[in-house]
């Protein structure tokens, strides 16, 4: 059992990072978490446990990392991603580990199994990850689709009470960015939140891996752009209008569109026969990734709720300009210099941007978002905000909770 006074065990201690929001092939939350763990073992004393869905119970030991699977469905139309609904075994995993602070990216039913953990062991620091705008994404688009926008309001509200209920429990609450989650989550009451921002792989990512027999095996030379989007392909992430604003683009301009993901959508996508848009699926290695991002000449995201938006700044990274829409984390990823931003849900004002975007220097833009990107963006930093910021607030506020004056936590790189 642990002490009452927070103290790490031989001065280590053990995070957990709960989530079902994993996918083994790319997505914000699994880039994170690698990148944690990564920062965890490589630079401070401490031990790493995932507790992830997966398609059988197994635990995998690795040194001071350790994963924990529990057997989940897959999502419908999402077969890379698992619905972990299975709180006993969560709870068993975390009876069984006894972590020392846990962190949840979700705000389903696990940070429930999490609080529950803590009745238990009340000195478990509990550290919640705003990931994504589910009250929008999830309650209020598709009910105001379905029902009108009033039903789909009072669904959106709902379901942000909820969050605001959920969240004022944990020791601490971050958001990716303030426009993602952030100023919203402090309107529900719920104090301070943090903002850490997530990093990208420089050294993987960047113009020099741009592949010109790539382009000429898609049949393109350097007067013909290639526009590309990389994620799910579902009604969340709006994929749909990418395509629709593609498909107004003047023909004579010889563009060409790369849809890198699977979900729902690709579907539809292929059965147009539109021999100008291209959809490999995932992209299952980073290396591919950045020669099929730096081998592109614009990236474009309609995406109106990016918590983040992990895939645009790698995009930037790359070298690219990026177009996309006036709403999200996007207001804070694409500023004026570095590409174009419009109205949601507007396929006309898209392509009016991306026309715009490639016939004013694209190569130029591109560079001044890759400048932003390295200066601003790297997983050091958000780690340093993590471990130098986030959980010394929590390991405090817990300690304040149980009437402790517990040490503050180690430094990350202690």
């Known amino acids: 059992m642990h002490g009452p006074m927070l103290e790490p065990r031989g001065g280590a201690r053990l995070y957990c990072d709960l989530t079902q929001s994993w996918s083994a092939v790319g997505g914000g939350v699994g880039t994170y978490l690698r990148a944690k763990r990564a920062h965890i073992l490589e630079n401070t004393p401490h031990r790493h446990l995932l507790i992830l869905p997966g398609d059988c119970d197994r635990v995998e030991a690795d040194g ?8 989940s469905p897959a999502v419908p139309f999402s077969p890379n991603y698992r619905l972990l609904l299975r709180n006993p075994a969560v709870r068993e995993a975390l009876e069984r580990f006894r972590p020392d602070a846990i962190e949840c990216q979700d705000a389903y039913n696990l940070p429930w199994a999490a609080l529950a953990h803590r009745m238990r062991h009340p000195h478990t620091v509990l550290v919640a990850g705003y990931m994504t705008d589910f009250p929008t994404v999830y309650a209020g688009r598709p009910f105001s689709k379905t029902f009108g926008a009033a039903v789909g309001g009072a669904a959106a509200r709902l379901c942000y ?34 903002i850490l921002p997530l990093g990208v792989e420089l050294e993987a990512f960047g113009p020099e891996n741009r592949d010109l027999d790539l382009r000429r095996e898609l049949g393109l030379d350097d007067n013909q752009p290639l526009l590309i989007y990389v994620g799910r392909l579902d009604i969340e992430k709006r994929p749909d209008l990418v395509v629709e604003a593609f498909r107004r683009l003047p023909s004579d301009l010889g563009a060409k569109l790369v849809i890198l993901g699977q979900g729902p959508q690709r579907e539809q996508f292929e059965a147009l026969g539109d021999p100008r848009i291209i959809t490999p699926g995932f992209v299952t290695d980073r290396p591919s990734l950045a020669r099929w991002l730096a081998s592109s000449d614009i990236y474009v995201s309609a995406m109106p709720n990016e918590t983040f938006g992990v895939s645009v700044i790698e995009a930037q990274a790359s070298g690219l300009p990026v177009v996309g829409v006036a709403a999200g984390a996007m207001l804070e990823r694409v500023f004026a210099g570095m590409g174009k931003l419009g109205p949601v849900a507007d396929p006309d004002a898209m392509a009016a941007n991306i026309l715009e975007v490639w016939r004013d220097d694209p190569r130029g833009t591109g560079a001044r978002g890759r400048a932003h990107v390295a200066g601003e963006f790297s997983w050091r930093h958000s780690m340093d905000v993590l471990f130098g910021e986030v959980l010394p607030a929590a390991f405090a506020r817990r300690a304040a909770a149980l009437g402790s004056s517990g040490p503050a936590p180690l430094a990350a790189a202690a």
Not at 64 to 71: G, S
Not at 165 to 191: C, E, I, K, P, T
């Open 64 to 71: 001071r990392a350790t994963t924990v699977w529990i057997k």
């Open 161 to 194: 009470n909820y969050c605001g209920r959920l969240y004022r429990q944990f020791d601490a609450v971050y958001a990716l960015s303030d426009h993602g989650g952030g100023n919203m989550l402090r309107s529900l009451g719920v104090d301070p939140v943090h």
